[in-house]
Structures are given as structure tokens and as C-alpha cells.
DNA sequence: GTTGTGACGGGTC
DNA sequence: CGACCCGCCACAA
């Protein structure tokens, strides 16, 4: 089992209204590689099953997705999360809010 | 087999 | 604050 595939495992369980942020997910796979989060999100084998809009950095802001450059598309995701209860304010979610934390 | 780099984070300067 | 560097794992050249 690579880190990737609990990534995505751990991904799926983000329920919808809720985030995560790469740090989450890498420190829940037990590894620091949080680059790997973004490049596996990147990549996306499995784009319809992984929500990658769902993974934002842990400040909370949406990291650079776009797939080919960031501006515009993020701005869709952002659509796609309102659409799922989450408010996004510039590119900004309130962790403290719908950040979903695995550990809880 | 080796090298480089990437949707990041945190600490240091 | 902002710039810079290091760490980590996977994958492509």
C-alpha cells in the first residue's frame, strides 16, 4: 500500500461540507511528504472518486490546482465547494469550520 | 541506475 | 512580514 493509495482511501472519507488540507492527509498516512499529497492530487488516478477540490493547504487556502494554471479554475472548484456548504472567501475556507480532521 | 522536480509545510534568516 | 532552504515520496526523463 503506497502513501497514494491512503491518500485517496483517506481522502474519500472527507465527508461533503468538509475539507482537508494536505498536511492532514500527510501526516494521517503517517508520512511528511505533503508534497506527495499535491503531486498524488495532481496526478489524480482517480479523478471522479477523489475530491480534490475537497484538499486545500493548511492555512486553508486553496492550493494551486487549475491543472493547468492556477486563476480561473480555482474558481470553480470554489463553486463546487460552496455547492457542498462550504463558504470559501477568496480562496479561503475556515478550517476551523469545515476542516475535517481524520484524527477527530 | 541516477537526477530532477512537484497542486506543500515549517523553520530560519 | 518576506525570502530562502530543507524534508519527504513518487514518477518521468
Given amino acids: 500500500m503506497s502513501l497514494a ?8 472519507e472527507v465527508p ?4 482537508t488540507t494536505y498536511k492532514w492527509l500527510a501526516e494521517v498516512v503517517g508520512s511528511k511528504g505533503y508534497r506527495l499529497v499535491g ?3 495532481k ?8 475530491p ?9 487556502k ?3 490546482f487549475g491543472g493547468e494554471r492556477s486563476g480561473k479554475k480555482i474558481e470553480e472548484k ?3 465547494l460552496e455547492q457542498e456548504g462550504v463558504e470559501v472567501k477568496k480562496g479561503v475556507i475556515d478550517l ?4 475535517f480532521d481524520f484524527k477527530e
Fill in 5 to 12: 493509495e491512503k491518500v485517496y482511501l483517506k481522502l474519500r
Fill in 62 to 64: 486553496i492550493g494551486g
Fill in 16 to 19: 461533503r461540507g468538509k475539507v
Fill in 39 to 41: 503531486q498524488i492530487l
Fill in 43 to 50: 496526478r489524480n488516478p482517480d479523478a471522479p472518486r477523489t
Fill in 78 to 80: 470554489i463553486r463546487m
Fill in 52 to 60: 480534490c477540490h475537497r484538499v486545500v493547504s493548511s492555512s486553508g
Fill in 96 to 99: 476551523e469550520q469545515y476542516g
